[in-house]
Each structure stands twice: as C-alpha cells, then as structure tokens.
C-alpha cells in the first residue's frame, strides 16, 4: 500500500467577516462552494478524459504565441464548464460533440453573453478535419473581440480637455 498525502486544513480564524459582503469564491457568481467544488472536480474529470478534438486543439494553443491572450482549458465561468476560456477577451470556445443538447447549450450561451463572454461553437469533426480553418475562424473570433472591447474603451473615455482649462479659469 502507497502512503498518500492529505490535506491538512488551516484552524478557521477568529476575525469576523460579514458574509454578504464577501464573494469568496466563484468571482462574484454568487454560487455556493459546494456547487463550485462539485464544478471544478467535474472540470478535472474532463481534463482527464478529453476528447481527441479538445486534445488538438489544446496542443495547438499551447504552441503558439497568442500573446497576453491565453486559453485555459475546461475552465469554470459562472456555473458553466468551457472548454476554452480567455478570460482577458472575455471569449469562450465550446466544442460540439456529436452527443450536443441544443436547449442546454443555448442557455447556457444565453448566461454567459449577458455577462459579457462571447461563446464560439465549433464542431469537433471541423477541429479533427481541417484545423488551419478553425484556427483561422478562432483568430477572427479573437480580432472582432479585440475592436469590441476597444470600441468600447473609447467610448467610456472622457472627452478631451484643453490643457489651460481647469477650475480656476471657470470660476472666474
């Protein structure tokens, strides 16, 4: 028999914390640990037995130079599993597989476009046939998410001010 390492907890502290002002885990989901623990074991099981389309498309993102941009795989956002995420896109990659829910899936689309992630839906059998086109369609994706999130920088930004006005000169 193998010895195994445990995991030794740390004695809770004594500070009191109000509890409805602190998202603790689940990045302001509001989700219960107990459901994000039971996501993130899930997650790991996928990883474990991806798919052979996932697994190519994994090998690929690890091999090019996206940049600032990064892919992790079976990422948990929300209470949803991707199998992509770019967080700093705000981009989702799912890959059908032939077993697809379309009401699941689309609600789960649904869910996270009003949070801001863009989901992009591939077929597995496109990513095992012609990778070069996914990539090519994944590096679109990327480039309108890009102008996106530009576009929207722009128009938040404040108006340019001259440099000689300031408060003293309208106050007069």
Same mark, same amino acid.
């Given at each position: +028999?193998?010895?195994?390492?445990?995991?030794?907890?740390?004695?809770?502290?004594?500070?009191?914390?109000?509890?409805?002002?602190?998202?603790?885990?689940? !990045?302001?989901?509001?989700?219960?640990?107990?459901?994000?623990?039971?996501? /993130?074991?899930?997650?790991?099981?996928?990883?474990? %037995?991806?798919?052979?389309?996932?697994?190519?498309?994994?090998?690929?993102?690890?091999?090019?130079?996206?940049?600032?941009?990064? %892919?992790? &795989? %079976?990422?948990?956002? $929300?209470?949803?599993?991707?199998? %992509?995420?770019? /967080?700093?896109?705000? +981009?989702?990659? +799912?890959?059908?597989?032939?077993?697809?829910?379309?009401?699941?899936?689309? *609600? *789960?689309?649904?869910?996270?476009?009003?949070?801001?992630? !863009?989901?992009? &839906? =591939?077929?597995?059998? /496109?990513?095992?046939?012609? +990778?070069?086109?996914?990539?090519? !369609? =994944?590096?679109? $994706?990327? *480039?309108?998410?890009?102008?996106?999130?530009?576009?929207? &920088?722009?128009?938040?930004?404040?108006?340019?001010?001259?440099? $000689?006005?300031? !408060?003293?000169?309208?106050?007069?």
């Amino acid at each position: +028999m193998t010895n195994r390492k445990t995991l030794n907890l740390r004695a809770p502290s004594d500070e009191k914390i109000d509890p409805e002002t602190l998202n603790k885990k689940g !990045r302001g989901w509001k989700i219960s640990d107990k459901r994000l623990d039971e996501l /993130h074991d899930r997650a790991r099981e996928m990883k474990r %037995f991806a798919s052979p389309a996932n697994k190519a498309l994994s090998e690929k993102f690890a091999s090019a130079n996206l940049g600032r941009y990064t %892919f992790k &795989r %079976f990422a948990v956002v $929300g209470s949803a599993i991707v199998d %992509f995420n770019c /967080h700093n896109l705000g +981009m989702a990659i +799912m890959i059908e597989e032939d077993d697809a829910n379309e009401a699941l899936d689309k *609600r *789960r689309d649904k869910s996270l476009e009003a949070v801001g992630i !863009r989901v992009m &839906r =591939i077929k597995a059998a /496109h990513i095992l046939e012609d +990778m070069d086109a996914v990539l090519e !369609r =994944i590096t679109l $994706g990327m *480039r309108m998410r890009i102008d996106d999130k530009n576009k929207r &920088r722009s128009e938040n930004r404040s108006p340019y001010k001259p440099s $000689g006005a300031n !408060r003293r000169d309208t106050a007069e």
